[in-house]
């Protein structure tokens, strides 16, 4: 019979990481592609780890596409929402691979966005001290950050991603047509991981993404294709310098102290991630003028683009004391001393300690 012909990946961006490394393929029509498989690890078995949204809309392409290559191809459904990305839910996946007998080579592949992508990760990372495991992330945001880098982890009822490790994907696989279905929220919660490249380091993003940010709302397959890939391409280059977070890396938590502070001050799940990083980027960058390291246009500039995604740009009213107390539980803060990713000059960031009494005359501006 002969061999379908089948398109290459449009862009294939790799991260650089010895042994480690690996391509994030970013294209149309990949998960129904038998080219798109034919590379991932060897085994007897695969395990999905998904849940129903995703399921009912990717599910059977999938499973479809790894029964060609795998005797056995097991499934396990998650509760779907961040609220639910805790031990009892990643105990679900422990749970399917022993009930199946899984052995070590078996491949986990997370098909989802990035609470499945960073579960399925944590669970790959763990089950008999590690099986290899591929990405197929369906939201913007898991294609453009959560699925690439190695970064998986649940959270605790005490702070967000406090358990997980650090743990690289075999291949992450961005079909960028899974975007055509995610609820407008949620193409906009990835918009503000997509945004926080600019300010933190490529200043022509931004200004291709003020110039764009209608097509990219309106879903365009090439505009979302650049901001997928220039995305993953930014992610790669500091991942490959700094896979830890020894120090550079942290630049890609820009938004993120306050970020999490939203999301846990409000109840996980209330704001989305994205959201939370939206706003968290508007007092970020409202701290950084504080400090002199942008004007008042570069903070109004970027608080607008965030406005046009679509996201929040008032902060929720949880109080500066409860701010600072959630921001305290950082995995950036160092003995208690909280540190922010602030912009020093437009296109650069840098991770440093701002005073509280600073901090808290920003919260109660970004509050208003
Ligand atoms: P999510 O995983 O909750 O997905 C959002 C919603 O969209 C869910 O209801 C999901 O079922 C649904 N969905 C997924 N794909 C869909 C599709 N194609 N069509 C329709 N619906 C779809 O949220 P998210 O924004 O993808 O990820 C947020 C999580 O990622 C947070 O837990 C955050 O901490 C984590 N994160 C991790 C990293 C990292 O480096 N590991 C980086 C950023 C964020
Ligand atoms: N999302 C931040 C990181 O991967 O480091």
């Known amino acids: 019979m002969p061999t379908a012909l089948v398109p290459e990946p449009s862009h294939r961006v790799t991260i650089d990481l010895g042994v480690r490394s690996y391509p994030i393929d970013v294209g149309t029509g990949l998960l129904g592609n038998a080219s798109t498989w034919a590379a991932t690890p060897p085994a007897a078995a695969a395990l999905i780890v998904t849940?129903?949204?995703?399921?009912?809309?990717?599910?059977?392409?999938?499973?479809?596409?790894l029964r060609a290559r795998y005797k056995n191809v097991h499934t396990v459904?998650?509760?779907?929402?961040?609220?639910?990305?805790?031990?009892?839910?990643?105990?679900?996946?422990?749970?399917?691979?022993?009930?199946?007998?899984?052995?070590?080579?078996?491949?986990?592949?997370?098909?989802?966005?990035?609470?499945?992508?960073?579960?399925?990760?944590?669970a790959a990372a763990s089950y008999m001290r590690g099986v290899p495991?591929?990405?197929?992330?369906?939201?913007?945001?898991?294609?453009?950050?959560?699925?690439?880098?190695?970064?998986?982890?649940?959270?605790?009822?005490?702070?967000?991603?406090?358990?997980?490790?650090?743990?690289?994907?075999?291949?992450?696989?961005?079909?960028?047509?899974?975007?055509?279905?995610?609820?407008?929220?949620?193409?906009?919660?990835?918009?503000?991981?997509?945004?926080?490249?600019?300010?933190?380091?490529?200043?022509?993003?931004?200004?291709?993404?003020?110039a764009n940010i209608d097509a990219l709302m309106a879903r365009e397959p090439a505009m979302l294709s650049r901001a997928v890939v220039r995305s993953c391409e930014?992610?790669?280059?500091?991942?490959?310098?700094?896979?830890?977070?020894?120090?550079?890396?942290?630049?890609?938590?820009?938004?993120?102290?306050?970020?999490?502070?939203?999301?846990?001050?409000?109840?996980?799940?209330?704001?989305?991630?994205?959201?939370?990083?939206?706003?968290?980027?508007?007092?970020?960058?409202?701290?950084?003028?504080?400090?002199?390291?942008?004007?008042?246009?570069?903070a109004d500039r970027l608080t607008e683009l965030i406005c046009r995604a679509g996201l929040p740009v008032k902060a929720p009213q949880l109080g500066a004391d409860r701010y600072l107390e959630l921001m305290r539980v950082d995995k950036k803060a160092e003995a208690g001393e909280l540190k922010f990713v602030l912009i020093d000059r437009p296109?650069?960031?840098?991770?440093?300690?701002a005073p509280d009494s600073l901090v808290r005359e920003v919260i109660e501006q970004c509050c208003r």
């Open 51 to 65: 849940n129903a949204t995703v399921a009912a809309l990717f599910g059977d392409r999938l499973t479809g596409m």
């Open 77 to 122: 459904m998650l509760p779907d929402g961040e609220e639910h990305k805790d031990w009892q839910t990643l105990n679900l996946i422990f749970d399917a691979l022993l009930r199946h007998g899984c052995d070590r080579r078996t491949v986990i592949f997370a098909l989802g966005g990035g609470v499945v992508g960073d579960m399925a990760g944590f």
């Open 133 to 210: 495991f591929v990405q197929v992330p369906t939201t913007l945001l898991a294609q453009v950050d959560s699925s690439v880098g190695g970064k998986t982890a649940i959270n605790h009822p005490l702070g967000k991603n406090m358990i997980g490790a650090f743990y690289q994907p075999k291949q992450v696989i961005c079909d960028l047509d899974t975007l055509q279905t995610l609820p407008p929220r949620e193409l906009s919660a990835g918009l503000a991981e997509v945004i926080k490249y600019g300010p933190i380091h490529d200043l022509e993003f931004l200004a291709w993404i003020e």
């Open 234 to 298: 930014i992610k790669a280059w500091v991942v490959g310098q700094d896979e830890r977070e020894a120090g550079l890396r942290a630049i890609l938590n820009f938004g993120h102290t306050f970020g999490h502070a939203i999301e846990a001050g409000m109840g996980y799940g209330q704001w989305l991630h994205g959201e939370a990083v939206g706003c968290g980027m508007v007092m970020a960058t409202r701290l950084s003028q504080r400090l002199g390291g942008v004007d008042s246009a570069f």
């Open 347 to 353: 296109g650069h960031a840098t991770v440093r300690g």
